[in-house]
């Protein structure tokens, strides 16, 4: 009998091929994809994530984490897709122009996506127009803004300028070593987030989820 539990107990000690033989195991037993995403992908994540957020673990441990869940989900896509099941919201992630780190940014993408997020990863130096376009494309809910240097923190602005002069409708979040809750007013931001952990409560928070 499938042990969604277990599935759970294999993302948090970031047991890949374990998660990955699980997850096998629970589809060929017929178990619901949602339960198995629900109970046992995203519950182990989020665990993992208020860990991280209290400090009791720190940043290798959660990219464990994050790489045993995603070997689960590499099988549970195409059911997910067929099943029409629809993820929270869809966020777009990306590095402002300017800016060529991805630790912090790679992080958030995997903590929304153990949440059960689409994320859409624009990647690193992005300019403000390629925002606003992901974001049409995707029809994002949300855009999280990611910036490491404090000069390259102006480039967040500038996307969110860019946003309003689109006329497009979408959250925007921001976060970073050098950015506060203080620079998130100043130019505008719906959010902001001071760590991967605290950023899924602010997507859905900012999405009413």
């Not at 780190?101 to 993408?109: A, E, F, P, R, T």
Request: net charge neutral.
């Amino acid at each position: 009998m499938a042990d969604l539990n277990l599935i759970k107990e294999m993302v948090i000690k970031g047991q890949a091929a374990k998660v990955k033989e699980l997850v096998q195991k629970a589809i060929d037993e017929k178990v619901r994809v949602q339960d198995i995403l629900s109970n046992g992908l995203i519950a182990g994540m989020g665990y993992v994530g208020e860990r991280f957020k209290k400090n009791e673990v720190y940043v290798p441990e959660v990219l464990i984490a994050a790489r045993a869940m995603k070997s689960g989900m590499e099988l549970l896509k195409p059911l997910l897709v067929k099943a029409d099941i629809q993820p929270l919201g869809v966020v777009v992630v990306g590095t402002v122009k300017g800016d060529l780190h991805d630790i912090g940014k790679n992080l958030v993408s995997m903590m929304l996506e153990g949440a059960g997020f689409k994320v859409v990863d624009i990647g690193i130096d992005v300019p403000p127009e390629k925002f606003v376009t992901a974001a049409r494309d995707s029809k994002a809910g949300l855009v999280a803004l990611s910036a490491l240097l404090t000069t390259t923190m102006v480039s967040m602005k500038a996307v969110i300028d860019e946003f309003k002069k689109s006329g497009l409708t979408v959250k925007t979040m921001i976060g970073g070593a050098p950015v506060t809750q203080s620079y998130a007013d100043e130019i505008g931001a719906n959010g902001y987030a001071p760590d991967a952990a605290s950023a899924v409560d602010k997507a859905k928070q900012l999405l009413g989820l």
